[in-house]
């Protein structure tokens, strides 16, 4: 084989395993991150090309992973403090107060489903509304709840298209669950 050839050759071979060098480095990287450490995140290649695109992609995945389990986290952690509560039983709407309970189901013309439920309880106040999470207050435990009723109502309205609304009972609080209601 003649010299020129033979480089050629040895040139052509070489080329594309240094060409794709950086996406074997990806993979690489990739495959070393387990649920354990999703805080974890992928190098960035210099440049603005579809490599560097597909890695920040990525890392930008990685992100919401690592937020959804860290939300998941929390939630079992709640789940299993309120389960170690010796107080649990079980009310539609907790409130303490004497009038605690289900206000009905509506079914407007808007094509939603709304369940109502108000109690003559302490409420909820107006900046903790937007938050669906475990208040500070329902930490305490003083009575009996877990805390975690309306982040669970919110994430299974969210996962069924629909919504919920907090709003005053004057005293206590007046939730609103409306999802889309469905031809049978």
């Known amino acids: 084989m003649p010299p020129a050839v033979a480089l050629l050759t040895g040139g052509v071979w070489m ?10 480095d990806l993979r690489a990287q990739t495959a070393e991150i387990t649920a354990g450490d999703l ?11 579809a490599l560097g695109r597909l890695a920040r992609t990525l890392n930008d995945l990685l992100a919401r ?6 939300q998941q986290r929390g939630f079992v952690a709640d789940a299993h ?24 189901l509506e079914l407007p ?43 669970i109502v919110h994430d299974l309205a969210v996962a069924h298209h629909g919504r919920i609304r907090i709003e005053d009972n ?12 469905t031809d049978a």
């Open 170 to 181: 004057d005293p206590g609080g007046h939730v609103v669950v409306c999802i889309p209601a």
């Open 39 to 49: 805080g974890r995140r992928l190098d960035v290649p210099p440049a603005d090309d």
């Open 15 to 24: 080329l594309p395993g240094r060409a794709l060098r950086p996406v074997g």
């Open 109 to 151: 013309r808007s094509g939603q489903a709304c369940l109502a439920a108000a109690d003559e309880g302490p409420g909820i106040p107006a900046a903790d509304r937007s938050r669906f999470t475990r208040l500070d207050s329902a930490r305490a435990r003083d009575t009996g709840g877990s805390g975690l009723g309306l982040a």
């Open 65 to 70: 992973l690592d937020d959804s389990a860290g």
């Open 81 to 104: 403090t309120s389960c170690q509560s010796a107080e649990q039983p079980a009310h539609p709407a907790r409130g303490g107060g004497p009038a605690s309970g289900l206000g009905g």
